[in-house]
C-alpha cells in the first residue's frame, strides 16, 4: 500500500459485524447467562448493544447491521433486545474467530465484496463524533481495491492499564489521500498480552502503543483470506459451509452442520497476532483513536465512568447513602441504603446482592462459578425475564410447585406448546386472556380460571386494549423451562 495517492472516487458500503456473544458474568448480578451485558442498561437508559448500534450511524446505515450472538441470548433473556437487528447465531460458542468467518461468507452470499466494520457489542464509547470521523477514515483506508488491509482501531491510552491487550504501532506514520480525506494510520508492529504494571509502564513511557479495543475493519475476502493463511483448520469448517450453501442448503443449515468442528480462538490470538510486521501479503494498519473508550469490564469501571455527588458516590436507582463515599450504589426498586461506607459496589436485583470493596470487582467471575457449582440458579437468569410477547416473573419457586406472574403485552402471542413434565393452573387477575387448550379456544376475565392438563396443547393471547396478567402454578416434579414442546410460533423459536 502506497503512503500517498491522488483522489479517488472509488466508494465501497461498509456493513458492521457486532460481536454479541458474551457470557454474562462480568457484571452479575445484573448481567446474567441468558441476558449478558450488552443487554442491560448499567449507565443510561440505553442497552451497551443500542447505544453501539446508535453510534455506528450514519456512518453505517440500519439494514448494514448484523449482530452475531449466541444461541441462549437467541432464545432466552436476550430475544427481546435482539428483535430489531439481522442476526446469525452461533449453534456453539468457539471465539471470535469462527464467529467472523461465517459473518463473513454470509456478507458475501449476494456476490459483493462489502468491508465488515468488526466490534464488541458492550463497549462505551464518549467521543461519538470522534468515533464516527476514525470510522469513516477506517472503512476509506479499508476499502482500496490495491490493497489487502485491516485495520485496527487503537485506543489512545490514558494510564498504565494492567486490563486490556496492546498493539505496538510503527513510529513514523504514514498518509493515504483518499475520497477527500486525509487519513493518518501506522503499520503494526506487534500485538502485546495484557501486562504486569512495570511493562505497562514502559509501554506508555515508550510511546506508539494503543490499548486493543477489538474493533477490525477489513474487506470480506480479506478477512477470509487471512483465516486461510493463518487458520488453516477453521478455513476448512468455512469451507464445508460454503459448499453446502453452493449446493442449494441454506446459511443457517450450513453453520449449524459444521461450525461446531472449529476450534475455540479468538481473531486476535489466531489471525492478527500472526501477521507480520511489513507483511505484503496483508497489510496490519493503526489508526489512533481517542473517543473515550471503555470496555466496561467490570463494575470499578461502572464507577470510574459514572457521574458521582459531591461526596464521590454513583447512586443509581432507590437508593439512600449517608456518610458514605467513594461507593457506586445501583438499585432497582427496593430501597437500598447505606450508612458510613466507603469504597464499596453494592449492587441488588430482586433475587441477588452483590458487595464488594472497590478494586475487587474482577472477582465476580469467580464467584458467579461458585453460584454454579452449588447448584444455584442465579447466575442463569433474573426472576423477571422479558419475551417478544411480554415477562413472566418467578413468585414462587419449590419442590414439585412453581407460581409465576405472567403479564402479556397487547398483541402478544404466546406459542402454540404442550408440557411433558408438569401442569399448569392460569388465574386471570387483569385483561381479556384468549386461551387456546386442546380444542377449546375461550375468552376469560379477570377472576376466572383454567387447568392446563400436562400433555395438553395450549396458548396464551391479548388480543384486547389493556394488558394481560394471570397468576400460573405449575405443579409436576420436573420444572425446568427446557420443558416445552412449540408447535407453532409467531417470533421465529423452533418447533417441532
Known sequence: MSDQEPHMTHTRTAHAIILAGGSGTRLWPLSRQSLPKQFISPLSQET???????????????QDITVVTSQISASGEAMVHLTPYATIIEPDARGTAPAIGIAAINA????????????????????????????S????????????????????????????????AD???????????DITYSRVNAF?????????????????????????????STLLASIKSYLPTLDVVLAKIQHDIKCGISFEMAVNSHFADAKTISIDHGV???????STEITLALIPADIGWSDVGCWDTVYDISAKDADGNAVTGNAIALNSKNSLIYAGKRLVTAIGVENLNIIDTPDALLVTARGESQQVRQLV?????????????????????????????APNFKIKRI????????????????SEHWIVVAGTATITCGERIIDMRANESIYIPAGEKHRLENHGADLVTLIEVQVGKYLGEDDIKRYDDVYGRKTT
Request: glycine share 8%.
Open 369 to 397: 462459578d461458585q453460584i454454579s457449582r452449588r447448584g444455584g440458579t442465579e447466575h442463569i437468569e433474573h426472576l423477571t425475564v422479558q419475551r417478544p410477547w411480554g415477562s413472566y416473573t418467578v413468585l414462587q419457586d
Open 407 to 422: 403479564e402479556v403485552k397487547i398483541g402478544g402471542r404466546l406459542s402454540l406448546q404442550s408440557h411433558e413434565h408438569r
Open 171 to 181: 513510529a513514523t506514520p504514514a498518509r493515504r489521500q483518499t475520497n477527500g480525506q
Open 192 to 220: 502485546k498480552e495484557k501486562p504486569d504494571a512495570e511493562t505497562a509502564k514502559m509501554f506508555i513511557a515508550e510511546g506508539n502503543y494503543y490499548w486493543n479495543a477489538g474493533i477490525f475493519i477489513a474487506r470480506a
Open 272 to 278: 492478527l497476532e500472526k501477521i507480520p510486521a511489513g
Open 48 to 62: 451497551l448493544l443500542e447505544s453501539t448500534v446508535s453510534r455506528l450511524m450514519p456512518v453505517i446505515r440500519p
Open 137 to 168: 477514515g477506517a472503512i476509506a483506508l479499508a476499502s482500496q481495491p490495491d490493497a489487502n488491509t485491516i485495520v485496527c482501531l487503537g485506543i489512545t491510552p490514558t494510564h498504565p492499564e494492567t486490563g486490556y491487550g496492546y498493539i505496538k
Open 108 to 135: 458475501t452470499l449476494a456476490g459483493a465484496d462489502p468491508v465488515l466494520v468488526i466490534l464488541p457489542s458492550d463497549h462505551l464509547v464518549i467521543n461519538v463524533a470522534g468515533f464516527q470521523s476514525t470510522l
